[in-house]
């Protein structure tokens, strides 16, 4: 239960740092002193809405699919095949959400959602074969990413 807890956490540690990207400081804002440290540890709920893992916009959808693909990935390298197939299901359920916004790529979520389908039943026959289907998965949330960044 700890491995799972801690796996999802660097795994939204990880979406959150690639979704975030690095920034330059806007020039007035690089001359001001840093913070103090006492608000270090906390997250401003603002910010958090910001990013599009926390949006209930296609995008969000998107980027919630990837996570829930890497977490798969994650627990079939651990051989937790329920756990694998329980985020595969979370990734299809957004994909479906997705859909449901009419998104200008109908075909593409539509084709995830089938790649997706296949994955699930290759994950529940505990097949070594969904390795390969997870990094086609991961491919097209990936071209999903760069499409509806746009």
């Not at 002193?33 to 969000?60: C, E, F, H, M, V």
């Not at 079939?76 to 329980?86: C, D, G, P, S």
């Not at 359920?93 to 449901?100: C, P, R």
């Not at 026959?125 to 990936?142: C, G, I, P, Y």
Request: aromatic content about 2%; glycine content about 6%; some cysteine.
């Amino acid at each position: 239960m700890k491995q799972i807890k801690l796996v999802m956490l660097l795994a939204v540690a990880l979406g959150l740092a690639s979704a975030g990207g690095c920034a330059k400081a806007p020039e007035e804002d690089r001359s001001a002193p840093a913070q103090s440290n006492k608000n270090a540890g906390q997250a401003n709920p603002q910010d958090l809405t910001a990013t599009p893992l926390y949006t209930k916009t296609i995008r969000g959808n998107v980027e919630r699919a990837g996570l829930a693909v890497e977490m798969a990935r994650a627990f079939v390298k651990q051989q937790q095949w329920n756990e694998a197939v329980a985020q595969l299901r979370t990734a299809q359920t957004q994909i479906d959400e997705a859909l449901g916004h009419k998104p200008r790529l109908k075909e593409q979520f539509e084709e995830l959602k089938a790649a997706l389908g296949k994955a699930i039943q290759t994950a529940e026959h505990q097949s070594n074969d969904v390795e390969a289907q997870l990094n086609d998965l991961q491919t097209r949330v990936n071209g999903l990413k760069v499409s509806t960044s746009e």
